[in-house]
């Protein structure tokens, strides 16, 4: 698991819904940490320094472009 680094942080388990998919389209390796204990308990979320996007270190630049596509194209009404 050292090869696994954090490239994002989430408060909700909602919020990874989108991500988690486009990971799994991909075959890209990745676990998030903290999904269970905030998905139970939505306001330790904080408590636990939130849900942590863990990757290998090989596909953090592939992944770094997909996050900043989904950030840009962001669209809030």
Known sequence: ME???T???FNYAHEIVV???LLEQESIAFFFE???LVSVDPFSSF???GIKLKI???D???VQALLDHL???LKIV
Do not use: M, T
């Open 3 to 5: 090869a696994f680094k």
């Open 7 to 9: 490239i994002a942080i």
């Open 19 to 21: 991500i988690k998919h």
């Open 34 to 36: 903290n999904e269970n």
């Open 47 to 49: 408590a636990y320094g």
């Open 56 to 58: 290998h270190q090989n």
């Open 60 to 62: 953090f630049e592939k």
């Open 71 to 73: 950030n840009n194209n």
